[in-house]
T-cell receptor, first 113, second 112 residues
């Protein structure tokens, strides 16, 4: 079956530091890959996505590249801000005709001033 | 409303009681999903509704769990004879015909 593995948190960084949150997946076929973010007290929201190999998703300074050869979709940001503190979820969607997402466990990011 | 609304936001119940969780999707969204997140775990798919099609119930963990949705409106998730292992955040999401899901803030269920 499908599965998503992401690095355990919390990840603690100072403002303006470089961020990487690792995500690897197992899936049959060619899934779409996503990063969702959950800010404190809010629902999950889509951060970025990529639908095929070598695609790069980007939003709000975050990037992730769909690497089929390493089955990875690592999230990166060059300079984090305090407002980026949240829980980040990597997810995949298979192509079975509708999108039922498989999520990782989530990684909490804490950014201090 | 502007987003997916879930109620209650918190529910504390005694073991063996039944609970009902509600989800109001974004107006016009044909797809509605229920997920569960237990402490320290990823989101676990429970059930999926798409329009008037038969729901995908493949993620429901036991026959104590059931969900209903009338048309493209409100959905209720019912857990009968709750157990302590049912304690989790229950998340509802809705979407239109693409893959972007919009999530509610969830219902924190605590079974004592």
């Amino acid at each position: 079956g499908n599965s998503v593995t992401q690095m355990e948190g919390p990840v603690t960084l100072s403002e303006e530091a470089f961020l990487t949150i690792n995500c690897t997946y197992t899936a049959t076929g060619y899934p779409s890959l996503f990063w969702y973010v959950q800010y404190p007290g809010e629902g999950l929201q889509l951060l970025l996505k990529a639908t095929k190999a070598d695609d790069k998703g980007s939003n709000k300074g975050f990037e992730a590249t769909y690497r089929k050869e390493t089955t990875s979709f690592h999230l990166e940001k060059g300079s984090v801000q305090v407002s980026d503190s949240a829980v980040y979820f990597c997810a995949l969607s298979d192509r079975s005709g509708y999108s039922t997402l498989t999520f990782g466990k989530g990684t909490m990011l804490l950014v201090s001033p | 409303g502007a987003g997916v609304s879930q109620s209650p936001s918190n529910k504390v119940t005694e073991k063996g009681k039944d609970v009902e969780l509600r989800c109001d999707p974004i107006s016009g969204h044909t797809a509605l999903y229920w997920y569960r997140q237990r402490l320290g775990q990823g989101l676990e798919f429970l059930i999926y509704f798409q329009g008037n099609s038969a729901p995908d119930k493949s993620g429901l963990p036991s026959d104590r769990f059931s969900a209903e949705r009338t048309g493209e409106s409100v959905s209720t998730l019912t857990i009968q004879r709750t157990q302590q292992e049912d304690s989790a955040v229950y998340l509802c999401a809705s979407s239109s015909r693409n893959e972007k899901l919009f999530f509610g803030s969830g219902t924190q269920l605590s079974v004592l």
